[in-house]
């Protein structure tokens, strides 16, 4: 008990010595047993406040969101040129398709400094940050600018059916050498 | 038997049952009735009876605290009739705002406003800097500019969180700048320092769906979640913990023993 | 006067800015032989250079774009209600400064025993004062529309993207540091500072009426957090800061297309590839060790040496505990300005990079 009574507040004072045995007070009731009373009641009090903020903190997340798809076909592997950043999914599910000379790879359009989405400068060869400026190559490597690590790719498989299946639920991080994973790219 | 002189109407209100009942003191133009204006109006109650010359003078307070008083006041009322014709949601709050100008009487409205937005972050500011060039932080003040700290910082958040009500391309991506700040809490937010180490096994405990800046937009984006979320907090919210502060402040400036001058 | 429009660009440029600005507060608030630029009639000539400054940018068309947004009009204003309202106070403070010297009470003292009765005396100040800034407000909504742009698009970044603007000295910090430093810790730390400075000043003087020498320390302090690492940040932010986050003068065409090579390297790299000439370390303990060792002696040693020699009377004064506190929100402080210059100097990227752990300093 006496660990309960340092999870209270701060210690109920200790009351002055009882002018005379109180009628009124029961009977066996010691100054001790009062003490760890109290304690307690301090204890269990503190306790019902935090499990209630606790709760009121919780009730700030929804469990259910609603929020677009997280995964989406995107063609045939045909159909992207080597060499070439693909911005047709950039504005639907902000997706950046890239295919370099052996690999196909799905970039998050998603700047890893502060979230803007980076657009891709065909002439300078690479994309290019409009918030604060941070570059990165066409691997997705971050060169300039003040982005702490290279953008990071989704999983990306082939469907059943020979489509590109990109998911969004599952992100693949070069720094902790993820991009070897056999899914964060495709072979062509 | 000569009629008794006629009064003007004027006195005649002056000396009525209703104009009595509602001031309960003579015209103000002697010591007594003055203080009594003062002291029986729940407004002026903010105000002692008497204060010291040195702290009505402009230049020493520049009327800072006051400006930033007044202009809260006209943010609430101003903004409380936006309240009137905008809706917080993705697909009308763009809209409503065009409309404000176009549609609705006195299409100043939101303009008002904003620029009293821009005014109290101002005025709040230049208050910080007389309040601390005159040390006027000093004892027994201490605790009084740590509330005025708070209300600095909530004024702050006023202005943020309503930046993002017109929902337009300017209010959205500097909320996402922003808000993608609380992202970099550490250990509360999904890419902060520390959000690493906070791992059961496989399953990280901070990630994007549970973090500082989901509590913040309700979502992993800024959308109509966040739109709502930022419009209770800039509407309700702010305003009421502002208020409460504020009334703290003013108590205590009273209680400190006025506007501050030599000891 | 394209040469007069080039030179402001160049000048503008943040290091050289910067520099200036460091040097031109610390000669205008400690030098004694430039104090006549606290009295009035320099302000005036101060007032008219700025004024005449800004109706000579209106007439450019670059200058003329940025200034007239009407977001940017506040700002405008600001720079030159906080110029005069820091000049007054400085020029109240070194008037009750001569005064006390002779051994004359302050100014303020002359009437503070003087009580006077708040109706009619205070509250139609007040109501002067409503008026007017209701007037100011309502003709300024008249003549200048609040900025609207296009819907909402998740999708589409605006280039330049900026916070509002009372935010854009944080944002303008997230050039040197990383987004957990310059938008949480700092701007706690700022919070912070601020409530604790009644309780670390250990200074009882100067309570309730304008002084300078009194109280040089404290205001040298303030005044350097708050007009050089806040408004000279948020005008720099606000104004030189164009699209991809580039700099561009006040006089200069925002051009999407400026290059600026941004070739920033970690501490780590230097050490290990140029010093040592070995590659990398794997282990990022082993990668960062002097970055980190770097860090620990800035905020250990430096109280320290500090603490036995320049601060020696401000330690003795204040004790272990408000020292410590003080002397660690100083070392935060600074430490922006010595980022910055690792910066411009070096390309510095970052001292402490592990990125892994999403800590980079």
């Known amino acids: ?188 | 038997m000569a009629a008794p002189p006629k009064k003007s109407l004027f006195t005649q209100i002056r000396e009525g049952q209703v104009w009595n009942s509602i001031f309960r003191h003579g015209p103000p133009d002697n010591t007594r009735n003055r203080s009594l204006a003062v002291l029986t109006n729940v407004f002026l109650h903010l105000h002692p009876v008497k204060v010291r010359k040195s702290g009505l003078r402009l230049k020493y307070t520049w009327c800072a605290g006051g400006t930033t008083f007044f202009l809260f006041l006209v943010e609430t009322i101003t903004g409380l009739l936006l309240m009137f014709y905008y809706r917080p949601t993705s697909e009308y709050a763009f809209s409503d705002i065009l409309d404000l100008r176009s549609q609705v009487p006195l299409g100043i409205m939101r303009e008002i406003h904003r620029w009293g937005a821009h005014a109290m972050v101002i005025a709040v500011w230049l208050h910080m800097l007389r309040v601390f060039m005159t040390g006027s932080y000093k004892p027994p003040r201490e605790f009084n500019w740590n509330i005025g700290v708070l209300l600095l910082v909530l004024t702050l958040l006023l202005s943020f969180t309503g930046y993002l009500l017109p929902w337009d391309q300017l209010a959205m991506w500097a909320v996402t700048v922003g808000s993608n700040m609380a992202r970099a809490t550490p250990f509360l937010g999904n890419e902060g320092p520390g959000a690493a180490l906070l791992r059961v096994g496989d399953i990280s405990l901070v990630h994007a769906g549970d973090d500082a800046r989901f509590a913040l937009l309700a979502g992993r984006f800024v959308g109509s979640g966040a739109l709502l979320r930022f419009y209770v907090l800039h509407c309700v919210g702010i305003p009421l913990v502002a208020a409460v502060l504020m009334a703290v402040h003013f108590w205590r400036v009273r209680k400190d023993g006025g506007i501050s001058g030599p000891l | 006067m394209q040469w007069f429009k080039s030179a402001v660009d160049w000048l503008c440029n943040p290091p050289i800015l910067f520099t200036l600005i460091f040097i031109l507060f610390f000669v205008a608030f400690l030098w004694r032989r430039v104090f006549w630029i606290w009295t009035p009639r320099a302000a005036l000539i101060l007032f008219g250079l700025g004024a005449a400054f800004v109706a000579f940018g209106i007439t450019d068309p670059n200058f003329r774009l940025i200034v007239s947004k009407p977001d940017n009009v506040p700002i405008v204003g600001m720079l030159f209600l906080v110029g005069f309202f820091t000049w007054l106070s400085m020029y109240l403070g070194l008037k009750n400064d001569e005064r006390l010297a002779k051994s004359l009470p302050p100014e303020e003292k002359l009437e503070s025993e003087i009580k006077i009765l708040v109706w009619p005396d205070l509250v139609y100040t007040e109501m002067l004062c409503m008026i007017l800034w209701s007037v100011l407000l309502i003709v300024w909504s008249i003549y200048l529309k609040a900025p609207i742009e296009e819907p909402a698009n998740p999708a589409k970044t605006p280039n330049p993207s900026k916070a509002p603007w009372y935010f854009l000295g944080l944002q303008e910090m997230l050039v040197y540091y990383d987004p957990w430093i310059a938008g949480v810790l700092l701007p706690g730390l700022i919070i912070v500072g601020l409530m604790a400075l009644p309780y670390i000043d250990p200074n009882k003087k100067g309570n309730g009426y304008y002084t300078f020498f009194e109280r040089k320390w404290e205001i040298l302090t303030f005044q350097f957090g708050f007009l050089v690492l806040w408004v000279m940040m948020i005008i720099t932010g606000t104004f030189f800061r164009g699209p991809n986050q580039n700099f561009f003068g006040p006089f200069e065409h925002w051009d999407v297309h400026k290059l600026v090579p941004l070739s920033n390297i970690n501490l780590s790299e230097v050490i290990w590839v140029k010093l040592f000439n070995v590659g990398l370390p794997t282990n990022w303990l082993v990668r960062e060790s002097f970055g980190i060792l770097l860090v620990v002696a800035y905020f250990a040693l430096i109280p320290m040496l500090l603490g036995r020699t320049l601060f020696r009377p401000f330690f003795e004064k204040m004790g272990m505990v408000r020292y410590q506190i003080l002397i660690f929100l100083l070392l935060c402080m600074v430490s922006l300005p010595i980022k910055m210059y690792l910066r411009w100097l070096f390309n510095m990227h970052y001292v402490v990079a592990i990125p892994e752990y999403f800590f980079n300093i």
Not at chain 1, 55 to 62: A, I, K, V
Not at chain 1, 73 to 93: L, M, T, W
């Open chain 1, 1 to 188: 008990m006496p660990d309960e009574i340092k999870a209270g507040a701060a210690p109920p004072p200790t009351p002055a010595a009882p002018a005379a045995p109180a009628a009124s007070a029961a009977p066996g009731v010691t100054r001790r047993g009062f003490l760890t009373w109290i304690g307690v009641a301090w204890a269990s009090f503190s306790g019902a406040m935090g499990v209630a903020s606790l709760s009121t903190l919780r009730y700030f997340f929804p469990n259910v969101l609603f929020e677009p798809p997280q995964t989406f076909k995107a063609g045939f592997p045909e159909e992207y040129i080597a060499g070439q950043v693909d911005n047709r999914f950039k504005e639907s599910f902000g997706v950046f398709m890239v295919r370099d000379e052996k690999t196909l790879y799905a970039l998050k359009a998603v700047c890893t400094h502060l979230g803007c989405t980076p657009n891709w400068l065909e002439a300078e060869f690479k994309f290019k940050c409009p918030c604060h400026g941070s570059g990165f190559y066409m691997s997705g490597i971050n060169f300039e600018g003040p982005a702490p690590r290279p953008l990071e790719r989704y999983r990306i498989v082939t469907a059943e059916d020979g489509q590109i299946l990109v998911d969004k639920t599952k992100i693949y991080r070069e720094e902790k050498g993820e991009w070897q994973d056999p899914e964060s790219f495709i072979a062509t």
